[in-house]
């Protein structure tokens, strides 16, 4: 295609904030490249995200998109932070129900390509008779989809029993020894409805042009040569979007300023950040369990504990969530914060140490482009267990060990783990491989290299847009 034209590209991400961010930042990037973008979401979400330079405002469009009510969901959840897991299937078939004004939209807008997530399997039927192009955009790295397979076996049924999800695959070509444990995938098969996320996966990858994924060459190069050779198409890495730290006008924050003092009294990384993200539920047991190792640790720490969405017949025990007298017992060496913290500028403290993770990827590019030291703990989610694996099998993190079958463990294992990874010499190697991974976690230019042979794919992939001028 003439690289002067510009395209009209619309984004239509999952509803749940760590896509949503991921998507905007893509969506700013090729604004700036002067393409004109369609960022498609509902009401609530797209009022939740941060406001546009000005810049880049009349190059992206904000579509809001009314959710459907479903039977089952919530009233006015519109994304996974506001329901719990078991609700997640309720929230897929409203999202499902958006196929209709989805459609209406992009038959009136002369939409060149669509960058989509991992749930509307539907659209392949959409995009095809439109003539419009499609990217699935996986905010996951390459070693989780490697684990899922082609997909003949994302479609298929050679996987027929969670526990045919705990062993290596046979199309892994290289060293390997990742997989789910067998409670992680039974959890993650609570947030499935009637189409699975595999058969999602499986019909989307099939149905788009190629495939984009948040990770790099530098730090997966066998995983996304073997995916290529898996779909049998292009799949183009767009970096790992490390997120900037806020500027110094957007720092004036009153609870900053009081968590910043009090990091500012501690050693150069001496504390440890705990924070499990937005999703993780766990029972009031393995909570207790946590903290009482988060105690025995001895070490100071930041904790962020967050409220989640109760499932049905269950008790709000939000005041349980910490064991009674805990706080008091530790006043001295950790700060409680609830419901929400600064994560960023608290990674880039630099008494942080290390951080104590659910293992999302955007929390794990986070702590490594400051060169944290993990404490892996897998949210037993969808990706999260892949990841504790990989990163300590990389020997950037150590695993909290865990019951493979139910997920249970004990306040001493955590104890443990935090401290070698912390203190202990036989953690000396984690800490020296995580502080070295900010070459790769926290290069700008290596980024936006990416991002530019990114934006070079979809240009030259284009065939033509003389049928659907902008």
Same mark, same amino acid.
């Given at each position: 295609m003439d690289r002067t034209e510009k395209? #009209?590209?619309?984004?239509?991400?999952?509803?749940a904030y760590g896509h949503i961010m991921p998507f905007l930042e893509v969506s700013k990037f090729l604004a700036q490249k002067g393409h004109r973008i369609s960022y498609i979401s509902t009401p609530k979400n797209i009022g939740r995200l941060p406001k546009l330079p000005p810049h880049l405002s009349s190059n992206i469009t904000f579509?809001?998109?009314?959710?459907?009510?479903?039977?089952?969901?919530?009233?006015?959840?519109?994304?996974? %932070?506001?329901?719990?897991?078991?609700?997640?299937?309720?929230?897929?078939?409203?999202?499902?129900?958006?196929?209709?004004?989805?459609?209406?939209?992009?038959?009136?807008?002369n939409v060149n390509w669509i960058i989509h997530d991992f749930a509307p399997y539907w659209l392949p039927g959409v995009t095809a008779p439109l003539g419009i192009n499609s990217v699935f955009f996986s905010i996951f790295n390459a070693t989780s989809?490697?684990?899922?397979?082609?997909?003949?076996?994302?479609?298929?049924?050679?996987?027929?029993?969670?526990?045919?999800?705990?062993?290596?695959?046979?199309?892994?070509?290289?060293? $390997?020894?990742?997989?789910?444990?067998? #409670?992680?995938?039974?959890?993650?098969?609570? $947030?499935?409805d009637d189409v699975s996320d595999f058969q999602r996966l499986g019909l989307l990858i099939q149905g788009c042009q190629f495939v984009t994924k948040r990770t790099c060459y530098e730090f997966e190069p066998d995983e996304i040569k073997l995916l290529i050779k898996l779909y049998q198409k292009p799949v183009?890495?767009?970096?790992?979007?490390?997120?900037?730290?806020? %500027?110094?006008?957007d720092e004036r924050d009153e609870k900053w300023e009081a968590i910043k003092s009090w990091l500012d009294?501690?050693?150069?990384?001496?504390?440890?950040?705990?924070?499990?993200g937005s999703?993780?539920?766990?029972?009031?047991?393995?909570? #207790?369990?946590?903290?009482?190792?988060?105690?025995?640790?001895?070490?100071?720490?930041v904790w962020v504990v967050r409220k989640r969405p109760m499932g049905e017949g269950q008790m709000d025990n939000h005041q349980d969530i910490i064991p009674p007298g805990l706080e008091e017992r530790v006043s001295n060496r950790g700060l409680v914060l609830r419901d929400w913290a600064p994560q960023l500028q608290i990674l880039a403290h630099s008494s942080i140490g290390g951080f104590l993770t659910h293992c999302g990827w955007s929390s794990i590019i986070e702590a490594l482009m400051f060169g944290r030291a993990l404490i892996l703990f897998s949210g037993a989610s969808s990706d999260q267990g892949l990841n504790a694996r990989l990163l300590h099998g990389r020997k950037v993190g150590l695993e909290i060990e865990r019951n493979e079958v139910d997920? %249970?463990?004990t306040s001493d294992t955590v104890a443990a783990t935090i401290r070698q990874v912390m203190v202990e010499p036989e953690g000396e190697t984690i800490r020296s491989n995580a502080w070295a991974m900010r070459e790769i976690f926290d290069n700008e230019e290596l980024s936006k290299n990416y991002l530019d042979e990114f934006n070079r794919f979809i240009e030259e992939f284009t065939p033509s847009v003389s049928h659907n001028q902008v």
């Open positions: 395209l #009209h590209i619309a984004m239509f991400p999952w509803l579509v809001e998109l009314s959710l459907p009510r479903v039977h089952g969901l919530p009233s006015g959840a519109e994304s996974t %932070s506001e329901v719990p897991i078991d609700k997640v299937p309720y929230l897929k078939k409203a999202y499902d129900q958006l196929q209709v004004p989805l459609t209406e939209f992009l038959k009136n807008s989809f490697v684990l899922m397979g082609p997909p003949s076996v994302l479609l298929g049924d050679v996987r027929k029993r969670p526990e045919d999800f705990t062993v290596v695959p046979e199309w892994i070509d290289y060293p $390997c020894n990742i997989a789910w444990k067998l #409670h992680e995938i039974v959890n993650h098969q609570q $947030c499935m183009v890495p767009l970096g790992l979007l490390p997120p900037s730290l806020p %500027s110094n006008e009294t501690k050693g150069e990384k001496s504390v440890f950040y705990i924070a499990l999703e993780v539920n766990l029972s009031a047991e393995s909570m #207790h369990q946590l903290a009482l190792g988060i105690e025995k640790s001895n070490l100071p720490f997920g %249970s463990f």
